[in-house]
């Protein structure tokens, strides 16, 4: 559910703004004068999704993007004036000291599973999953602004499976067994995709395919 609300908003924030640039440049609006004042607004949406993405993990870093994102809009809109770096690097240097005190203790390098079915989102941070499911059934794999590494080397895969990737301006990192076949259909757009996995043409074992795209960003397969 998560990665369903994630990329139907990131898709109508992108969408939208390339409507209304459109309009802009055709001197229907004047879209680049409205986006000086309320462009915060995509601050503040930035912090929608990380708290829609893993709010549990990620909370302290959504509220801060609310916060700058409103204290940003109101400058803007002539209610507050102040300087913008001198505000925003101090609470940038205490929430990345506050986000250290609090996931120290609390939180592994790796976070393992055995679930049949993957629904990761990253966004404005990393993730490290490792998979050990015994009938792995695929998922989906979300990363905006961030870093992804997910490793099914000890998951199994009875025929086939199918992993959904949306990442932009992102990297993802995906290691699979080495008697898997990976089949990537992801489309690239100012991105790449680079396959090292040893599955071949003829391979007769599991097979995983890969879908989805992969935007000002990377995907490295391997075994």
């Known amino acids: 559910m998560k990665q369903t609300s994630i990329r139907i908003l990131t898709g109508i924030i992108i969408t939208l703004i390339g409507i209304f640039s459109l309009l802009g440049a055709l001197n229907i609006i004047p879209f680049w004068e409205i986006f000086s004042?309320?462009?915060?607004?995509?601050?503040?949406?930035?912090?929608?999704?990380v708290l829609v993405g893993d709010w549990r993990r990620n909370y302290l870093w959504g509220i801060v993007l609310l916060i700058i994102g409103g204290l940003l809009l109101l400058k803007t809109q002539g209610v507050l004036d102040f300087d913008l770096y001198s505000l925003i690097?101090?609470?940038?240097?205490?929430?990345?000291g506050l986000s250290v005190l609090i996931h120290t203790k609390n939180r592994s390098s790796t976070d393992t599973t055995s679930s049949d079915s993957d629904d990761i989102a990253v966004i404005f941070s990393g993730s490290d999953t490792k998979n050990k499911s015994q009938k792995y059934e695929g998922g989906k794999l979300t990363v905006i602004f961030g870093g992804a590494v997910l490793d099914l080397r000890d998951a199994k895969l009875t025929d086939s499976a199918t992993l959904d990737i949306f990442a932009i301006c992102g990297g993802v990192e995906l290691k699979v067994p080495r008697d898997w076949k990976v089949v990537s259909k992801i489309a690239p757009i100012a991105g790449g995709v680079e396959n090292k996995s040893e599955g071949s043409i003829d391979h007769k074992g599991p097979v995983l395919t890969l879908t989805g795209t992969v935007t000002l960003g990377g995907l490295e397969i391997k075994t």
């Open 37 to 49: 004042t309320w462009w915060p607004i995509l601050v503040i949406l930035g912090g929608v999704l």
């Open 89 to 96: 690097v101090p609470i940038l240097i205490i929430t990345g």
